[in-house]
């Protein structure tokens, strides 16, 4: 098995949603185009249209799970064009994802134990405008990036190692990941790009995403 069967994995168990994925890469790359072409002054239906798109990724990373879509609504539409236009304008990865995450239900929130953001989720942001530079990071890539670490990049001995972990655990394990640390999984990602189909930062997290379906599959819900 190799990374190329995870996106595989990814695509098969999107289904019809997959879809879905490929009109948010395109709105995304049109978000792109609109921040640049209204720079801070957009007009009313350009704010819709950023709004409109975060509720969207927001709904496809929770996988459209209602417990998880009440976040992204709560962002005034002008707050939300000034987190994207921000992310483009941005000249570094840290710039760019501080921007997505100072919006509700992407980053604002402080923990209160360490005074830490999670910025998992802006990724997910950043993943849709700038699909070759960026991929969306959570627990199931950390964990399979982390297995691939320690079998010296062998995805099946990876997969075998992962599989003596607790889903659960891993989700504990990887739930307080900072944008420092989301950064160097960008570096990560960039390095692991090869060709199609995995010439993107993007196509690398759905690799580690589906190989991590053969570990810890998805409930059914």
Known sequence: MNLEDG???????EGPDWKRTQELEER?????????????????????????LLIDIEAWKGMCMRERMVNAVQNPPAFVWA?????????????KIRAIMGLK?????????????RAKVASSALRFLYPKEW?????RTLAIRSALRRCNGDVNRALEA?????????????????????CDEMLAY????????LSRAADIDMALFGLSLSVWPLPNI
Do not use: N
Not at 31 to 36: D, G, N, P
């Open 7 to 13: 996106l595989t994995f990814f695509a098969a168990d």
């Open 162 to 182: 992962a599989g003596q972990d607790d889903a659960a655990a891993m989700r504990t394990h990887f739930d307080l990941i900072d944008e420092h640390a989301v």
């Open 105 to 117: 239900g992407f980053g604002a929130s402080v923990d209160e134990e360490t005074g830490m953001r």
């Open 83 to 95: 987190a994207f236009y921000g992310a483009v304008i941005g000249k570094t990865d840290l710039t």
């Open 28 to 52: 995304g790359r049109e978000m792109v185009r609109l921040a640049e072409t209204f720079g801070g002054c957009p007009d009313a239906a350009a704010q819709q249209f950023a709004h409109q």
């Open 190 to 197: 960039r390095q692991m790009r090869t060709a199609v189909p």
């Open 135 to 139: 991929g969306v990071v959570d627990w």
